[in-house]
T-cell receptor, first 113, second 119 residues
């Protein structure tokens, strides 16, 4: 069964504007972690932000923030003040079973000047 | 650079040949993971090691695949009798996982990947 769902295959955003990438997840485990990774065309997966299931506050890392709605099982990524270098594939992932990550299909973000 | 490294970055081979990839994790990380990523998809978990012990293997890892991590340092992933369906990006990641505990923050640092093309 698919554990991570990213429904937006591609998004366009104007430079300096904010963009929200959707992610919903499915688990019955009360303990889990949610991650967002960026994958530019070079292929390397770059860690952006983490949210633990017991964290009370939404995670923020610079221009990245995670809108965590536990009851809805959603963990949307918000990128503020988009830059041309933000153009990449973005993956939501969930860490359960204490080791492996389950990834969604990803969302391609294209930032327009 | 002290990040995760992978070698080679690209490999083109003919169907039926054997290939071997290497991954060097971040030195203090005790966990090492292999993932496979096909075009337009997210990475899929293949296997992971804690130190030198291989603790989990996905059903995606057929008998033609074998992974090792001798001495708990670098790891190799070998594919025997390659098939065209094996064409993918093979990603290695490492993390500093706790040796016990139900759940732990487990940020995985990824290498640049090895892109395999089977002709």
């Amino acid at each position: 069964a698919q554990k991570i769902t990213q429904t937006q295959p591609g998004m366009f955003v104007q430079e300096k504007e904010a963009v929200t990438l959707d992610c919903t997840y499915d688990t019955s485990d009360p303990s889990y972690g949610l991650f967002w990774y960026k994958q530019p065309s070079s292929g390397e997966m770059i860690f952006l932000i983490y949210q633990g299931s017991y964290d009370q506050q939404n995670a923020t890392e610079g221009r990245y923030s995670l809108n965590f709605q536990k009851a809805r099982k959603s963990a949307n990524l918000v990128i503020s003040a988009s830059q041309l270098g933000d153009s990449a594939m973005y993956f939501c992932a969930m860490n359960e079973d204490d080791y492996k990550l389950s990834f969604g299909a990803g969302t391609t973000v294209t930032v327009r000047a | 650079d002290t990040g995760v490294s992978q070698d080679p970055r690209h490999k083109i081979t003919k169907r039926g040949q054997n290939v071997t990839f290497r991954c060097d994790p971040i030195s203090e990380h005790n966990r090492l993971y292999w993932y496979r990523q096909t075009l337009g998809q997210g990475p899929e978990f293949l296997t992971y090691f804690q130190n030198e012990a291989q603790l989990e293997k996905s059903r995606l890892l057929s008998d033609r695949f074998s992974a090792e991590r001798p001495k708990g340092s670098f790891s190799t992933l070998e594919i025997q009798r390659t098939e065209q369906g094996d064409s993918a990006m093979y990603l290695c990641a490492s993390s500093l996982g706790l040796l016990s505990g139900r759940f732990t923050y487990n940020e995985q640092f990824f290498g640049p990947g090895t892109r395999l093309t089977v002709l």
